[in-house]
């Protein structure tokens, strides 16, 4: 089967991925990850862990990173529809300090490919939502960073509608600006 489509974004290092999906009168078939089709397309990553969480509308998880341990990250949504932000945290990048947002959905079965020395973070715009990601590197409980997600010298168009209740969690209700957490 094989054979995905890569698009590259405005940041360096960011990808969004379609893989082939095939449709019958069953449903659907689709590799959702293959090494030998990720190698011929250029991307080089050893994953070594999955991890999967569900929430619902208005949660907002972000925006996060490791610090001594960073990893790259290729994430997905197999129910419901999120908005999913990478913002680059390369000191020296000329892009330092940007983000790129994209709408990935069970859906449209996009998936994001988020490099080392990112911020990562997404809010979910449907009822419910299923959100899986494969890792480079092993969570380091203690080895976490984030800043604040809405703040203004970021400024992440979050695709917030008049009635949607962002949720969050406690550790982000606290984070520090991205100034304060990069300098």
Same mark, same amino acid.
Request: include cysteine; aromatic fraction near 14%.
């Given at each position: ?76 949504? !197999?129910?419901? /529809? ?10 020296? %990048?000329?892009?330092?300090? @940007? =983000? ?53 010298? !970021?400024?992440? /168009? ?10 969050? %969690?406690?550790?982000?209700? @606290? =984070? ?8």
């Amino acid at each position: 089967m094989g054979k995905i489509e890569v698009q590259t974004c405005e940041i360096e290092g960011l990808k969004v991925i379609t893989p082939r999906v095939i449709y019958d009168n069953r449903g659907y078939f689709s590799e959702t990850y293959n090494q030998r089709d990720m190698e011929e397309a250029g991307i080089h990553i050893d994953f070594v862990q999955d991890n999967q969480s569900a929430s619902v509308r208005g949660v907002l998880r972000g925006l996060h990173f490791q610090k001594e341990h960073p990893q790259d990250k290729l994430v997905r949504v !197999i129910s419901g /529809e999120v908005f999913d932000v990478a913002v680059d945290i390369r000191k020296g %990048s000329p892009t330092f300090g @940007k =983000w790129y947002g994209v709408k990935l959905s069970a859906a449209n079965k996009k998936q994001f490919l988020i490099p080392k020395n990112f911020a990562h973070g997404f809010l979910v715009l449907s009822d419910f939502a299923e959100f899986v990601y494969k890792c480079s590197d092993f969570y380091h409980p203690g080895d976490e960073g984030g800043f604040m997600y809405n703040d203004p010298d !970021i400024g992440v /168009e979050w695709p917030l509608s008049e009635d949607m209740k962002v949720t969050l %969690s406690e550790r982000d209700t @606290k =984070w520090a600006s991205f100034k304060d957490t990069f300098t």
